[in-house]
């Protein structure tokens, strides 16, 4: 059985100048992939929060409304209806429409629908919540 030389051993103990740079090229491409999809994946959140802050205005509104006298609702009484202020700062573009239409049924129509700009300045698509109210009873 023949020995290799303690030099052969010597001259192999690191890495080399090429495996050096071939994982410091690996660790960079995934360290680009991963910066991408964390970017990503903040510009989502911001969307979902966009979508979500623009949801509970139009749920406060619409509620807010609906809780109002029969005597009290008409097509211009909620035309009064406004955003909050946090919501305007919050939303691009934010807008309000409200529309209330009464039915000869008695069941009337009550919708809320709120518009606002995504951040290249494009409409999203609006979120509109819809109430049907039908005329209270009177307690005695």
Known sequence: MRLRPRHFYAARRGFTLIEMAIGALLFAVVMSLTVQVLAWSASERRVSERRQRALYEATNILERLASLPKDDLSSESVK?????????????????????????????????????????????????????????????
């Open 80 to 140: 009064g209806a406004k955003l909050s202020d946090e919501t305007r700062k919050a939303l691009p573009g934010g807008e309000l429409k409200v529309n209330y239409t009464e039915a000869v049924d008695g069941l009337n129509r009550l919708t809320v629908e709120v518009h606002y700009l995504d951040r290249a300045g494009l409409p999203v698509a609006p979120v509109r919540l819809v109430a049907f109210l039908a005329p209270r009873e009177k307690s005695q």
